[in-house]
Structures are given as C-alpha cells and as structure tokens.
C-alpha cells in the first residue's frame, strides 16, 4: 500500500477544520507580527466581503487602508505557516466562483484552501512517530481514501501485480 502524505494530512486537515467550523467560531491564533497583503481593486472589493465569514474561520483580517488588509490571527491548526499565499488564493477562488457572503460552497473552498496550505508537503519526511499519528488520523476520518479534491489518499498493489510489474510472472 502506498499513502500520498500530502493528500492523507489533507484530508485530516480538511475534516477537522470543517468540524469545528460547524460547531461554532474557530480558535485563532493571533499573530506576533501582523501581515499586510495588498490587492487589486477587484480582488479587494471581494476580500472586504469575505471578511466576516473568514473571521468565524479563525483568520482575522482587517483593512487597512486603500487595497491593504492586515491578517491579525490564523486558525490554530495553521498557526506555524505564511498567510499570506493561503489569504490570496482564497481571494482568486472567490473570484473565479463566485461569493456570497455566508454562501456554503465558498466557506468550503476556504477550508479546503486551509487545509491545503496546512498540510506536510509530499517530499517532507517523516518520523515514523509522525507516519503512525497521521495514519491513526486517517482512519479517524470520515472519507479517508480521497482527499478534498478527489485525489486517492493510497493505492493498494496486490503481491501479484508487484511480481508482474518486475516480470516475476506473466
């Protein structure tokens, strides 16, 4: 069997993020230094709209003047990574989609844009500590064998496609 981890920590991610979006307003974390992101007009008329809907997603943003924002606080699950790349691609999916504020399938493009963002990276190694938590983590899991996009979390390769695959057998 093999595991593509990015898309297993994906799924994790995406499913612990989306359970505690429903149960109510999600812990952030605030950050040391606050991060400013500019935007085109666009871009920031659809930010400013988002914004009440991304603070109950723990990412706290703020105008900050003109096509400025600040991010003040992140989810807790994404405290340890850059904002900025996740703040800009939430805003270009809005804008490719579509938004309504407090429309269901934009708030799930958010998470799934956490998620995603949040995850270990598929060359990062592991300990073997961290493959037994992100395995156990998986089989806590709703869906576990498709992350959020739809791509397999792992394939499974039978002992006889393994020989044939090395000319073993025919």
């Not at 974390?29 to 930010?47: M, N, S």
């Not at 995603?116 to 869906?143: F, S, V, W, Y």
Request: glycine residues 4%.
């Amino acid at each position: 069997m093999l595991i593509d981890q990015h898309a297993a920590h994906e799924r994790i991610l995406f499913e612990q993020l989306k359970k505690r979006s429903a149960a109510s307003t999600m812990a952030a974390q605030k950050l040391v230094v606050p991060e400013t992101i500019d935007f085109g007009y666009r871009e920031a008329q659809i930010l400013e709209k988002l914004i009440p809907d991304l603070k109950k997603l723990g990412l706290e943003i703020e105008p900050f003047g003109g096509n400025t924002f600040v991010v003040k606080a992140v989810p807790a699950l994404l405290a340890d990574r850059d904002s900025r790349p996740l703040v800009i691609e939430i805003v270009e999916k809005m804008a490719q989609i579509g938004f309504a504020p407090g429309l269901d399938k934009a708030i799930d493009e958010c998470l799934l844009l956490m998620a995603c963002h949040g995850t270990i990276r598929a060359n990062q190694q592991l300990a073997d500590q961290q493959i037994k938590a992100l395995l156990n983590q998986l089989d806590e899991c709703d869906n576990p064998s498709h992350c959020p996009h739809g791509r397999p979390t792992w394939i499974r390769w039978s002992f006889k496609t393994l020989e044939k695959s090395f000319k073993r057998i025919v």
